[in-house]
């Protein structure tokens, strides 16, 4: 068992090192003779003494006069959870993703008042600018699959639209000799 000097509280649990009021390293009492406990005290002011009469400093010319007393403020009794740990961030795939969506977006949907044409030179452009960024800095960009398949995928979409342009001339080419 073990007790708080400061404020005589007792405590059953022997890991505690310290009380949980006021912070005071607490006393063994199992190891202590069967005598009262002691607490520790300030000792008191003599009473011939008054606060006002009390020896001072003097400063030279400065009136000061002593603030007036205040407890000491406990401290915060509890577990307090450590900080957490710093957050590590990966590399950045933003571009290299959009460039992906971009060009499966072409070459899916992108057929449809030739919206292609637009998002298929996003995918490239994205692609190969991200593709260069992981170059340079490998440690801060990634994401080098997607953005080749955001590449492949916008120069895919090309290559079927200039087959089906070619395509569709050649029909209109050879209707026009059949005439």
């Not at 068992?1 to 009380?19: G, I």
């Not at 003494?49 to 406990?74: K, R």
């Not at 087959?163 to 005439?179: H, K, P, S, W």
Request: glycine letters at 8%; charged letters at 10%; proline letters at 15%.
């Amino acid at each position: 068992m073990k007790r708080c000097p400061t404020c005589n509280q007792t405590f059953e649990e022997d890991w505690l090192s310290f009380c949980t009021q006021d912070g005071t390293t607490l006393i063994d009492t199992s190891r202590l003779p069967s005598e009262p406990p002691p607490t520790i005290m300030a000792p008191p002011m003599p009473p011939s003494v008054s606060p006002s009469e009390q020896p001072t400093l003097n400063l030279g010319g400065f009136s000061q006069e002593p603030a007036p007393y205040s407890p000491p403020t406990p401290m915060q009794a509890g577990w307090q959870p450590p900080p957490p740990p710093p957050i590590v961030a990966g590399p950045q795939l933003t571009m290299a993703v959009t460039s992906m969506i971009c060009g499966i977006f072409s070459i899916t949907i992108g057929w449809c008042c030739y919206a292609g044409v637009l998002s298929a030179p996003v995918a490239i452009g994205l692609g190969f600018y991200q593709l260069s960024q992981i170059k340079k800095f490998p440690d801060k960009f990634g994401g080098k699959p997607f953005a080749i398949t955001g590449v492949i995928t916008g120069f895919a979409y090309f290559a079927f639209l200039a087959l089906f342009v070619i395509i569709y001339g050649a029909a209109i080419f050879m209707q026009g000799i059949n005439r």
